[in-house]
């Protein structure tokens, strides 16, 4: 609700997670924590839901100012259960508080009394948050078709419908999802289905058959979406897939308790659009990262010297000739992230063979100079492969 945002708050979205990271050492202390700054210094910015991980637990944490005039904040969190997977995709999915579950659920003191004065709840009802704080997010397809399709690859035996407006909080996988499993969720684009945003782009193809123009993809402009009257973007009906062309980055974050710290988070990190990029593993324990990555492109413009840009440019040129330049991803990306796929067993086995809890200098010095070789070669080879789809397709625009 546009009406909750406040002009007195201090703290935004950016602010509170660093906020939690530097003071919290739990996902359920970082909420607590979360709760008493809100309280004190209130919420400056609109309504966002923050998934928030430890080793043991994974939260949903959904905040939104408490009004003009008024310094606070009203939230809820809930945790998600143990073998389950749930979807955070810009739209309120807690409902029902159980007050008594203190185990699953967090909320503000005014979680009740403010919905109520507000006459957002009768008070008899059944009181479910997002119906009163974020309505609205509920009917936005762009964020509860993207809930569907990963509940859908996930769990595609609930067969869930694909237009409901509400799903399952969160809903046990039909099978265990590995790490490349993940990754391929955050870069699907509904493909194969209904709603894939290039259906209708057709032309006659070599044996006859409509099919999709290799013009079309799936990352449209605004304009490219009104050009060819798709229904796509972030109005009220419109169509969004999970991978977006205006992603700045993407992560696959793992937490295993069953490892030093040192060894056992890491930070699968992709730069821009993740359909046409690749994820390199960041060990949470390195000390530094290639100069490219430190080098914010987006503020200081083009440069050979940004690893943003080397992503963007590919995935800008990739989107293009999507039908044929997707080809030219593949053949570069997917052996290049099997590889680190399966490299990760063996540079953790040498990393724990050297492992001193007293003295952990040489196993983060073996992750960090890991962590950054990675880095430096998925860079290289995404200047590589923008430079050939640039210079071997000059003339198919």
Same mark, same amino acid.
């Given at each position: 609700?546009? =009406?909750?945002?406040?002009?007195?708050?201090?703290?935004?979205?950016?602010?509170?997670?660093?906020?939690?990271?530097?003071?919290?050492?739990?996902?359920?202390?970082?909420?607590?924590?979360?709760?008493?700054?809100?309280?004190?210094?209130?919420?400056?910015?609109?309504?966002?839901?923050?998934?928030?991980?430890?080793?043991?637990?994974?939260?949903?944490?959904?905040?939104?100012?408490?009004?003009?005039?008024?310094?606070?904040? @009203?939230?809820?969190?809930?945790? #998600?259960?143990?073998?389950?997977?749930?979807?955070?995709?810009?739209?309120?999915?807690?409902?029902?508080?159980?007050?008594?579950?203190?185990?699953?659920?967090?909320?503000?003191?005014?979680?009740?009394?403010?919905?109520?004065?507000?006459?957002?709840?009768?008070?008899?009802?059944?009181?479910?948050?997002? !119906?009163?704080?974020?309505?609205?997010?509920?009917?936005?397809?762009?964020?509860?078709?993207?809930?569907?399709? #990963?509940?859908?690859?996930?769990?595609?035996?609930?067969?869930?419908?694909?237009?409901?407006?509400?799903?399952?909080?969160?809903?046990?996988?039909?099978?265990?999802?590995?790490?490349? $499993?993940?990754?391929?969720?955050?870069?699907?684009?509904?493909?194969?289905?209904?709603?894939?945003?290039?259906?209708?782009?057709? #032309?006659?193809?070599?044996?006859?058959?409509?099919?999709?123009?290799?013009?079309?993809?799936?990352?449209?402009?605004?304009?490219?979406?009104?050009?060819?009257?798709?229904?796509?973007?972030?109005?009220?009906?419109?169509?969004?897939?999970?991978?977006?062309?205006?992603?700045?980055?993407?992560?696959?974050?793992?937490?295993?308790?069953?490892?030093?710290?040192?060894?056992?988070?890491? @930070?699968?990190?992709?730069?821009?659009?993740?359909?046409?990029?690749?994820? #390199?593993?960041?060990?949470?324990?390195?000390?530094?990262?290639?100069?490219?990555?430190?080098?914010?492109?987006?503020?200081?413009?083009? =440069?050979?010297?940004?690893?943003?840009?080397?992503?963007?440019?590919?995935?800008?040129?990739?989107?293009? $000739?999507?039908?044929?330049?997707?080809?030219?991803?593949?053949?570069?990306?997917?052996?290049?992230?099997?590889?680190?796929?399966?490299?990760?067993?063996?540079?953790?086995?040498?990393?724990?063979?050297? !492992?001193?809890?007293?003295?952990?200098?040489?196993?983060?010095?073996?992750?960090?100079?890991?962590?950054?070789?990675?880095?430096?070669?998925?860079?290289?080879?995404?200047?590589?492969?923008?430079?050939?789809?640039?210079?071997? !397709?000059?003339?198919?625009?």
């Amino acid at each position: 609700r546009s =009406s909750l945002q406040s002009d007195l708050g201090l703290i935004d979205c950016q602010r509170l997670c660093t906020l939690m990271l530097e003071r919290c050492s739990t996902a359920r202390q970082a909420i607590h924590v979360a709760g008493e700054l809100l309280k004190t210094y209130g919420w400056i910015d609109a309504g966002e839901c923050l998934t928030i991980a430890d080793k043991q637990e994974v939260w949903h944490l959904e905040i939104l100012g408490s009004g003009k005039g008024n310094k606070g904040a @009203v939230w809820a969190a809930q945790r #998600v259960p143990d073998e389950h997977i749930s979807v955070n995709a810009n739209a309120s999915t807690i409902k029902e508080i159980d007050t008594a579950n203190k185990d699953y659920f967090m909320y503000s003191y005014n979680v009740f009394s403010l919905a109520l004065d507000s006459g957002w709840w009768d008070g008899k009802e059944l009181f479910r948050f997002c !119906y009163a704080y974020a309505p609205a997010s509920r009917a936005l397809l762009a964020a509860r078709r993207r809930e569907w399709r #990963v509940f859908d690859l996930l769990a595609p035996s609930l067969k869930l419908d694909p237009n409901m407006e509400n799903y399952p909080f969160s809903v046990k996988p039909d099978t265990l999802v590995s790490l490349e $499993r993940m990754m391929n969720v955050f870069k699907d684009y509904y493909e194969g289905t209904e709603y894939d945003l290039r259906k209708n782009i057709t #032309v006659k193809g070599d044996s006859g058959k409509m099919v999709i123009s290799p013009l079309a993809n799936p990352f449209m402009s605004v304009d490219e979406l009104r050009l060819h009257k798709v229904n796509g973007g972030w109005h009220h009906l419109g169509e969004r897939n999970i991978a977006v062309r205006f992603t700045m980055y993407g992560t696959v974050i793992q937490c295993r308790d069953w490892l030093p710290d040192e060894v056992g988070g890491v @930070v699968w990190f992709a730069l821009d659009n993740v359909a046409s990029s690749v994820y #390199v593993p960041i060990y949470c324990s390195v000390t530094d990262l290639p100069s490219t990555y430190k080098t914010d492109g987006r503020k200081t413009g083009f =440069s050979r010297d940004a690893a943003w840009w080397a992503f963007n440019r590919l995935g800008t040129l990739s989107a293009q $000739r999507w039908g044929t330049f997707r080809k030219e991803l593949d053949k570069t990306w997917i052996p290049f992230q099997k590889k680190l796929l399966e490299n990760q067993a063996t540079i953790e086995k040498q990393a724990l063979d050297i !492992y001193n809890p007293k003295k952990t200098a040489k196993t983060i010095k073996l992750l960090t100079d890991y962590s950054m070789e990675w880095c430096n070669k998925a860079v290289d080879a995404a200047w590589d492969l923008g430079d050939y789809i640039w210079t071997t !397709y000059d003339g198919y625009w």
